[in-house]
């Protein structure tokens, strides 16, 4: 079964249409910047898709004042959040509850965007899509899930996708929103 953060927190019911933007940081992995944006458009359409929710993609602001409800970027080390990622595997990323909007990824894993994982020439190989889904399900107010075949169940394996919502998380998602 699903299950939400401590208090429930949510986007609040009048705002339908949240934006993201993806920060341009020095760690950002050497992936085609549409390729990156296609993974993450993709990854939160399976969750509009389940919901009367949208999300759009607004531009980066680079002087701080990033006007997004949702801010994703890639990072190395501790990057001042009390939240250190640690190289690769383990931590893969982490998204902070609503509405805080923040969604950070550990530039240090081989993250592979758009291609087959499963053929990726890295053993630790990850797929950055899988990794979104779950990630956005959190940045909407999910916690972790019980159902093993759930995008919110918490385990992942490297070189594996897995990025279909269950039915569980279609009935987690649509119980907040
Ligand atoms: N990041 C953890 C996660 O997203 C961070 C975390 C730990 C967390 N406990 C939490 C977030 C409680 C919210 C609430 O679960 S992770 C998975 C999964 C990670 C883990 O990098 O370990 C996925 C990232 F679910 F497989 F464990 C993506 Cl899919
Ligand atoms: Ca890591
Ligand atoms: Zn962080
Ligand atoms: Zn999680």
Not at 46 to 75: K, P
Request: glycine residues 10%; without cysteine; aromatic residues 10%.
């Amino acid at each position: 079964l699903y299950s939400y953060f401590p208090g429930d927190p949510r986007w609040p019911r009048s705002r339908k249409s949240l934006t993201y933007a993806i920060a341009s940081t020095p760690e950002t992995p050497a992936i085609d910047s549409a390729t990156l944006r296609a993974v993450f458009a993709r990854a939160f359409g399976r969750w509009s898709a389940a919901t009367t929710l949208n999300f759009t993609e607004v531009a980066w602001s680079a002087s701080g004042s990033s006007t997004a409800d949702i801010t994703i970027g890639f990072y190395a080390g501790d990057h001042g959040d009390g939240e250190p990622f640690d190289g690769p595997l383990g931590t893969l990323a982490h998204a902070f509850s609503p509405t805080d909007g923040r969604f950070h990824l550990d530039a240090a894993e081989a993250w592979v965007a758009g291609g087959d994982v499963a053929r990726a020439a890295a053993d630790e190989a990850v797929d950055l899509e899988s990794v979104a889904v779950h990630e956005i399900g959190h940045l909407l107010g999910l916690g972790h899930s019980a159902e093993p075949g759930a995008i919110m169940y918490p385990t992942i394996t490297s070189r594996t996708r897995k990025v279909e919502l269950a039915e569980d998380d279609v009935q987690g998602i649509q119980s907040l929103y």
